[in-house]
């Protein structure tokens, strides 16, 4: 392995490189030697998967990170540089890399530290009435306090000018049962001029809380990250704990975790797809394909307790188990979702009712989606071809061969023919695993405390894109700070890319052929 | 369109005659408190705090089990050591107070220390036999009225949403109670209401409230809205349960709900409205001892927020 850290090590011109684990590489830089190792590290072909800050606590200082994703020898590489306390600044280099502009802005909200050069320096996450100089994730801010309101406007919206130019406000608060965001149109007529997106209003303080609660306990917040990817981002932190103190969840507990990320994975498409089909307002689709998602999750209510799969997941394994009863019962219900759903999906491209609304919709081109770092399922609409699974794989998908399914349109349609095709390759690796399930136990014991001042990286690839959480220990082997990344918060930019020159009425199924999480992006 | 018909005639009724009929193998956990030893192994296990172990005086222990918060995890199932701690069969449940959702058992310590249950304190909920019967005379004719909700997601992580979602599905089809959800708070008789109440939903709450007309029925749902749950109540992003922001009719545990107990929850509800709007006239149903929500002082419209 030491071969793939020496080629990262050269491509990116560091002195050093120090492999952590297999897959998780990190070096230390000046702070002024973050923008060039970022040049090189885009030169190379790396892409930046997440930028997040840390505060190291009394006596220490703070540090800003830079996760890069390596595919070809694939790692992550995490680059970071300390900060001191009294000189709070670091080198922007959202300028040249639009995808660092949210993370950058929220590491100054959250951490007081100014991206220096950055074209935008407003709040991205702290609303309006946040008071200035308050900055929740420092050590030293308490969670437990209200904070008080402040009043002004801080960030106005872009103005519009012109005869028949104006502004449609819509949210927080939205006319369906859809999570709060507020998405501000500058529409002429019907058409979009431009969409800005104002997000974080299900900001729980999630990342505060893992701070909090007792390490184990962590799961159980990670599995409410988003409630429709608990399988992911529950994966993705016990991967990171299990990293950290060097636990290798049994065979079985790997095969046993594929199969409920991909039924996760099944569900969420087959819900979208009725999403898109009731967004088009073609009801009889969109019913059949609500039938065939809650008879998924009836499924899964009776297999794991569990609708939505919550508590299937351990530090060290699986909850749960499947007898060689219960896995025939579910090939052959996957047998039955495999007609229905072939039907389905023939149904909705025969028809032009439907091909007349998704054409052409919502394109986000691969250039814009590569350049804001859109992951997953919308990336790969877009041409990007990433995929976890494949890339860096975790848990049982290691012994599997797969192709991953990719679009080039980048419209409404790509994204629909994207989860039928990955609903296809699920139930491909859904048999697989299913039919060749290693015998033995499903969860490894865990030590009783986490090693001190050390860090970690897990990662998951959920149905909507990468999950992934950074986990770092204090002194007294408590988390210090959990990052957690959701595919969302790259994939909003992406979106508010693909709706301008749509008309607004079309906004909803652009919208729903994302699907992305308010409460991932929020946190 | 030939395809459509045939499947369609295929497929017959999908939607289900009693949604009550189906019982999950995980429910909420229940305590046998007359063999518990009160070891507080329980409530170090719980991620919410829906057990916790207080100690009124230096010979007395209370142990307390919350169904508001209980995100039905099963870890006080796994870490009881005398196995008194069981996964229930019972998910529909749905309460006028958070008070009714909380059981609170007492033990004395002998002169060992060890601790012996006395006895046992809890209110009583509306029965799901309540609801059943109200949904039976729903499906008679009998109680007439539609019912208008209006969807709030407060800062909830979105599972509560699609489980609400679900009951709209053809297999659910609440629509056919004459249960509709609305698009605006103007029309609506009833907030159905998510997510510990993020700092930055408060106001947005607030405001749909207040536009919502009197007389307006709340209901809290899932863990996090009605105890902020995992996300914790009082910290600086998430107040917790909607009953800190705007008066709550009704409470509708779990994590998220099942579709079935959110159903449950807006039949109580509805015999909340029943006996808010008739507050003379016998209840079709076994009446609920409710008290209204104090009017609030109407304020200006969401349109001048
Ligand atoms: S099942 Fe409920 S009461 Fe038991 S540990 Fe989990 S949250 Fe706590
Ligand atoms: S109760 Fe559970 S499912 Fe509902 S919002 Fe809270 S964490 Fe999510």
Same mark, same amino acid.
């Given at each position: 392995?030491?071969?793939?850290?020496?080629?990262?090590?050269?491509?990116?011109?560091?002195?050093?490189?120090?492999?952590?684990?297999?897959?998780?590489?990190?070096?230390?830089?000046?702070?002024?030697?973050?923008?060039?190792?970022?040049?090189?590290?885009?030169?190379?072909?790396?892409?930046?998967?997440?930028?997040?800050?840390?505060?190291?606590?009394?006596?220490?200082?703070?540090?800003?990170?830079?996760?890069?994703?390596?595919?070809?020898?694939?790692?992550?590489?995490?680059?970071?540089?300390?900060?001191?306390?009294?000189?709070?600044?670091?080198?922007?280099?959202?300028?040249?890399?639009?995808?660092?502009?949210?993370?950058?802005?929220?590491?100054?909200?959250?951490?007081?530290?100014?991206?220096?050069?950055?074209?935008?320096?407003?709040?991205?996450?702290?609303?309006?009435?946040?008071?200035?100089?308050?900055?929740?994730?420092?050590?030293?801010?308490?969670?437990?306090?209200?904070?008080?309101?402040?009043?002004?406007?801080?960030?106005?919206?872009?103005?519009?000018?012109?005869?028949?130019?104006?502004?449609?406000?819509?949210?927080?608060?939205?006319?369906?049962?859809?999570?709060?965001?507020?998405?501000?149109?500058?529409?002429?007529?019907?058409?979009?001029?431009?969409?800005?997106?104002?997000?974080?209003?299900?900001?729980?303080?999630?990342?505060?809380?893992?701070?909090?609660?007792?390490?184990?306990?962590?799961?159980?917040?990670?599995?409410?990250?988003?409630?429709?990817?608990?399988?992911?981002?529950?994966?993705?932190?016990?991967?990171?704990?299990?990293?950290?103190?060097?636990?290798?969840?049994?065979?079985?507990?790997?095969?046993?975790?594929?199969?409920?990320?991909?039924?996760?994975?099944?569900?969420?498409?087959?819900?979208?797809?009725?999403?898109?089909?009731?967004?088009?307002?073609?009801?009889?689709?969109?019913?059949?394909?609500? @039938? #065939? /998602?809650?008879? +998924?999750?009836? !499924?899964? &209510?009776?297999?794991?307790? *569990?609708? $939505?799969?919550?508590?299937?997941?351990?530090?060290?394994?699986?909850?749960?188990?499947?007898?060689?009863?219960?896995?025939?019962?579910?090939?052959?219900?996957?047998?039955?979702?495999?007609?229905?759903?072939?039907?389905?999906?023939?149904?909705?491209?025969?028809?032009?009712?439907?091909?007349?609304?998704?054409?052409?919709?919502?394109?986000?081109?691969?250039?814009?989606?590569?350049?804001?770092?859109?992951?997953?399922?919308?990336?790969?609409?877009?041409?990007?071809?990433?995929?976890?699974?494949?890339?860096?794989?975790?848990?049982?998908?290691?012994?599997?061969?797969?192709?991953?399914?990719?679009?080039?349109?980048?419209?409404?349609?790509?994204?629909?023919?994207?989860?039928?095709?990955?609903?296809?390759?699920?139930?491909? @690796? #859904? /048999?697989?695993? +299913?039919?060749? !399930?290693? &015998?033995?136990?499903?969860? *490894?014991? $865990?030590?009783?405390?986490?090693?001190?001042?050390?860090?970690?990286?897990?990662?998951?690839?959920?149905?909507?894109?990468?999950?992934?959480?950074?986990?770092?220990?204090?002194?007294?082997?408590?988390?210090?700070?959990?990052?957690?990344?959701?595919?969302?918060?790259?994939?909003?930019?992406?979106?508010?890319?693909?709706?301008?020159?749509?008309?607004?009425?079309?906004?909803?199924?652009?919208?729903?052929?994302?699907?992305?999480?308010?409460?991932?992006?929020?946190? | 369109?030939?395809?459509?018909?045939?499947?369609?005639?295929?497929?017959?009724?999908?939607?289900?005659?009693?949604?009550?009929?189906?019982?999950?193998?995980?429910?909420?956990?229940?305590?046998?408190?007359?063999?518990?030893?009160?070891?507080?192994?329980?409530?170090?296990?719980?991620?919410?705090?829906?057990?916790?172990?207080?100690?009124?005086?230096?010979?007395?222990?209370?142990?307390?089990?919350?169904?508001?918060?209980?995100?039905?995890?099963?870890?006080?199932?796994?870490?009881?050591?005398?196995?008194?701690?069981?996964?229930?069969?019972?998910?529909?449940?749905?309460?006028?107070?958070?008070?009714?959702?909380?059981?609170?058992?007492?033990?004395?310590?002998?002169?060992?220390?060890?601790?012996?249950?006395?006895?046992?304190?809890?209110?009583?909920?509306?029965?799901?036999?309540?609801?059943?019967?109200?949904?039976?005379?729903?499906?008679?004719?009998?109680?007439?009225?539609?019912?208008?909700?209006?969807?709030?997601?407060?800062?909830?992580?979105?599972?509560?949403?699609?489980?609400?979602?679900?009951?709209?599905?053809?297999?659910?089809?609440?629509?056919?109670?004459?249960?509709?959800?609305?698009?605006?708070?103007?029309?609506?008789?009833?907030?159905?209401?998510?997510?510990?109440?993020?700092?930055?939903?408060?106001?947005?709450?607030?405001?749909?409230?207040?536009?919502?007309?009197?007389?307006?029925?709340?209901?809290?749902?899932?863990?996090?809205?009605?105890?902020?749950?995992?996300?914790?109540?009082?910290?600086?992003?998430?107040?917790?349960?909607?009953?800190?922001?705007?008066?709550?009719?009704?409470?509708?545990?779990?994590?998220?709900?099942?579709?079935?107990?959110?159903?449950?929850?807006?039949?109580?509800?509805?015999?909340?409205?029943?006996?808010?709007?008739?507050?003379?006239?016998?209840?079709?149903?076994?009446?609920?001892?409710?008290?209204?929500?104090?009017?609030?002082?109407?304020?200006?419209?969401?349109?001048?927020?």
């Amino acid at each position: 392995m030491t071969a793939a850290r020496d080629v990262l090590r050269d491509r990116l011109a560091l002195e050093t490189l120090a492999e952590l684990r297999p897959g998780e590489f990190v070096a230390e830089v000046p702070l002024s030697g973050l923008p060039e190792t970022a040049d090189r590290a885009m030169a190379a072909g790396l892409r930046l998967a997440s930028l997040f800050g840390s505060d190291e606590g009394p006596g220490g200082g703070f540090a800003v990170h830079h996760l890069w994703a390596a595919t070809g020898p694939p790692g992550f590489v995490r680059v970071w540089a300390p900060v001191a306390r009294d000189a709070p600044r670091f080198p922007s280099i959202a300028a040249k890399y639009p995808v660092a502009n949210w993370f950058e802005r929220e590491i100054m909200d959250y951490f007081g530290l100014v991206p220096e050069g950055h074209p935008n320096r407003s709040r991205v996450a702290l609303h309006d009435d946040w008071p200035e100089n308050v900055w929740p994730l420092r050590k030293d801010f308490d969670d437990r306090q209200v904070v008080p309101r402040v009043g002004g406007q801080s960030r106005p919206y872009r103005p519009v000018i012109g005869e028949g130019v104006f502004h449609v406000p819509v949210g927080p608060v939205h006319a369906g049962i859809i999570e709060p965001g507020h998405f501000r149109f500058g529409v002429a007529g019907e058409p979009i001029l431009y969409l800005q997106v104002r997000l974080f209003y299900a900001h729980e303080g999630t990342e505060k809380r893992f701070e909090r609660l007792p390490w184990r306990h962590g799961l159980f917040l990670a599995e409410s990250i988003s409630g429709d990817t608990s399988v992911g981002h529950a994966l993705a932190f016990a991967h990171a704990i299990e990293r950290l103190v060097g636990v290798e969840p049994p065979p079985r507990a790997r095969h046993l975790r594929v199969v409920l990320l991909e039924l996760e994975r099944v569900y969420n498409h087959v819900a979208d797809i009725a999403g898109i089909a009731t967004d088009v307002a073609f009801t009889v689709p969109a019913a059949r394909a609500q @039938i #065939l /998602r809650e008879g +998924l999750v009836t !499924m899964q &209510e009776r297999l794991f307790g *569990s609708r $939505l799969l919550r508590g299937t997941i351990a530090l060290g394994g699986v909850k749960c188990d499947l007898t060689l009863g219960r896995r025939r019962e579910i090939l052959l219900d996957l047998e039955g979702l495999q007609r229905e759903f072939d039907d389905l999906v023939t149904l909705l491209i025969d028809s032009g009712n439907f091909t007349d609304r998704v054409d052409g919709t919502g394109i986000l081109p691969n250039q814009v989606a590569r350049d804001f770092g859109v992951v997953g399922l919308a990336g790969r609409a877009s041409g990007l071809d990433l995929d976890l699974r494949r890339d860096q794989p975790h848990d049982a998908y290691s012994g599997l061969h797969f192709v991953v399914p990719l679009e080039e349109g980048g419209d409404v349609r790509a994204r629909f023919m994207m989860r039928a095709r990955e609903v296809e390759l699920s139930l491909v @690796i #859904l /048999r697989h695993v +299913l039919e060749d !399930m290693p &015998e033995g136990r499903v969860r *490894s014991a $865990l030590p009783d405390a986490l090693p001190p001042s050390s860090s970690a990286l897990g990662w998951a690839e959920g149905w909507r894109g990468e999950c992934l959480h950074w986990v770092q220990t204090d002194g007294e082997g408590r988390l210090r700070r959990v990052k957690v990344t959701d595919p969302s918060f790259k994939n909003w930019q992406g979106l508010a890319h693909a709706v301008p020159g749509n008309i607004l009425p079309d906004f909803p199924v652009i919208n729903k052929s994302f699907n992305l999480s308010y409460s991932g992006n929020d946190l | 369109m030939f395809r459509i018909l045939s499947k369609s005639l295929k497929t017959g009724v999908v939607t289900k005659a009693d949604p009550f009929e189906s019982r999950p193998p995980l429910g909420f956990p229940v305590i046998d408190f007359a063999r518990c030893t009160a070891c507080e192994e329980c409530a170090h296990a719980c991620p919410t705090g829906a057990i916790a172990l207080a100690a009124p005086a230096a010979d007395r222990r209370q142990l307390s089990l919350s169904y508001a918060a209980c995100i039905q995890c099963r870890e006080c199932v796994a870490a009881c050591p005398e196995q008194v701690v069981a996964s229930g069969r019972d998910v529909e449940v749905a309460a006028y107070t958070r008070e009714q959702l909380t059981q609170t058992a007492s033990f004395d310590l002998d002169g060992m220390g060890r601790a012996r249950f006395t006895h046992m304190e809890a209110q009583a909920g509306p029965g799901l036999e309540e609801s059943a019967a109200r949904l039976r005379e729903r499906i008679r004719g009998l109680l007439g009225r539609s019912l208008h909700v209006r969807e709030v997601d407060a800062g909830s992580c979105n599972g509560c949403e699609l489980e609400i979602t679900a009951t709209t599905n053809p297999v659910f089809d609440l629509e056919r109670f004459g249960i509709h959800f609305v698009a605006s708070p103007r029309h609506a008789d009833l907030l159905l209401v998510t997510g510990p109440v993020t700092r930055n939903m408060e106001i947005a709450l607030r405001r749909t409230y207040e536009a919502a007309p009197e007389p307006r029925v709340v209901v809290a749902v899932g863990a996090c809205g009605c105890s902020g749950g995992i996300f914790g109540e009082g910290t600086y992003a998430s107040i917790g349960g909607v009953d800190r922001v705007v008066p709550v009719d009704v409470y509708v545990p779990g994590c998220p709900p099942r579709p079935q107990a959110i159903l449950n929850g807006l039949l109580v509800a509805m015999g909340v409205r029943e006996a808010r709007l008739n507050p003379k006239a016998p209840a079709a149903s076994p009446e609920p001892a409710v008290t209204p929500s104090p009017a609030r002082p109407r304020a200006r419209g969401v349109d001048e927020g």
